[in-house]
């Protein structure tokens, strides 16, 4: 799918709901000035092409007793297929993974986590990461502060 199979009637309602994901398809054709017949079909051919990948909430992680957040960087010792993708299927499946990034370069993973405090950091990264025999070695950077970004289509 590139952004030339994408009209300008497309690039307006995936737009609308980046800013809000929650938004009736009567508001979003009135705001959009389409029918809603033909605003729902957009909307569903979106996602039947995959461009809509999926709808997410979020919640907030403080509010629900995960104040620290951090990114553990992850080194492997060797990086064969197999093993990669043996890793990266156990990262994701830890409690309190948030993501988790394959990368290049020097790190080989990035793990973002939310959890209650730093026992509970430390417990992930010995309990759950480093337990791999392909782990090298890891690094543990806390979040301070997070921020979205403009996104694909602008704010």
């Known amino acids: 799918m590139t952004k030339a199979q994408l009209d300008e009637v497309d690039l307006e309602i995936l737009a609308a709901l980046t800013r809000d994901a929650e938004i009736t398809n009567k508001a979003l054709a009135h705001s959009l000035g389409l029918a809603e017949s033909t605003c729902a079909h957009r909307v569903r051919a979106l996602r039947e092409r995959g461009v809509i990948r999926d709808t997410r909430i979020r919640v907030d992680e403080t509010t629900l007793g995960y104040p620290l957040q951090a990114m553990i960087k992850v080194r492997l010792a060797n990086h064969t297929g197999p093993t990669v993708t043996a890793l990266f299927d156990a990262l994701v499946g830890?409690?309190?993974?948030?993501?988790?990034?394959?990368?290049?370069?020097?790190?080989?993973?990035?793990?973002?986590?939310?959890?209650?405090?730093?026992?509970?950091?430390?417990?992930?990264?010995?309990?759950?990461?480093?337990?791999?025999?392909?782990?090298?070695?890891?690094?543990?950077?806390?979040?301070f502060e997070l921020r979205d970004g403009a996104g694909l289509l602008g704010r």
């Open 94 to 143: 830890i409690p309190r993974v948030l993501q988790v990034f394959h990368v290049a370069g020097v790190d080989d993973f990035l793990v973002h986590v939310a959890v209650q405090d730093a026992t509970a950091l430390r417990d992930i990264v010995l309990e759950h990461i480093t337990i791999h025999p392909v782990v090298r070695g890891t690094e543990t950077q806390l979040v």
